[in-house]
């Protein structure tokens, strides 16, 4: 009997939400029957009485020429400054006084990189060097031709530190030459 009593109880429930959430939907101030669905109820749609293209404001703007700068959008460099007409362009001012050094030339370092090992226990690398007649084994962090530091060994370079002045060069790997075929 509890269980029936139960199922109605139910069953007049959702009754009730039926009728409360109809009751609710048709007296929105939202439908109007227009179909607009606005949070201000103020709202009015615009009230045009021809809706069609002006095909003789769009030939207007068309002859329209364009009488401003032409620079390319896309370049990232600033447009050409505008001239009064009538009026010369003044030369740009010149540097007065002593002009900056030129920057140093480039480290050239007086020996051949042409190898390196790397030992087994330690890890740490040794480069083989020939500066004329003479092969220099290096290891890293050590100094060479009184100089220069071997700052680091490379698969292929080594970079090379000159220490008086901190300057840096990168020195290729170079390839030994090819033999020539006949034993020559």
């Known amino acids: 009997m509890t269980r029936r009593r ?13 009728g409360a959430t109809l009751y609710y939907s048709r007296t929105s101030p939202s439908s109007g029957g227009s179909g607009v ?20 404001m769009l030939e207007r703007l068309r ?11 896309f370049v990232a460099t600033e447009p050409p400054a505008v001239q009064a007409p009538g009026k010369a362009q003044a030369p740009p001012e010149r540097f007065v006084g002593p002009q900056p050094p030129p920057p140093p030339p480039p480290l050239q370092i007086p020996a051949e990189f042409f190898g ?23 290891v ?7 100089r220069y530091r071997l700052v680091r060994i490379g ?3 080594a970079d090379v530190e000159e220490i008086a002045t901190g300057r840096h060069a990168t020195v290729p790997i170079v390839q030994p030459p090819a033999e020539t075929a006949g034993g020559q």
């Open 116 to 138: 390196y090992e790397t030992r087994g226990g330690s890890g740490r690398r040794t480069a083989f060097f020939t500066s004329g007649d003479d092969v220099l084994i290096v």
């Open 37 to 56: 669905f606005a949070e201000n109820a103020r709202f009015v749609p615009l009230d045009i009485r021809e809706p069609r293209l002006h095909t003789e």
């Open 6 to 18: 139960n199922e109605i109880y139910l069953l007049i429930g959702l009754a009730v939400v039926l």
């Open 63 to 73: 002859k329209l020429g364009y009488e401003g700068t032409h620079r390319n959008i």
């Open 140 to 146: 890293e962090g050590d100094t060479f031709l009184g």
């Open 155 to 157: 698969n292929d370079s």
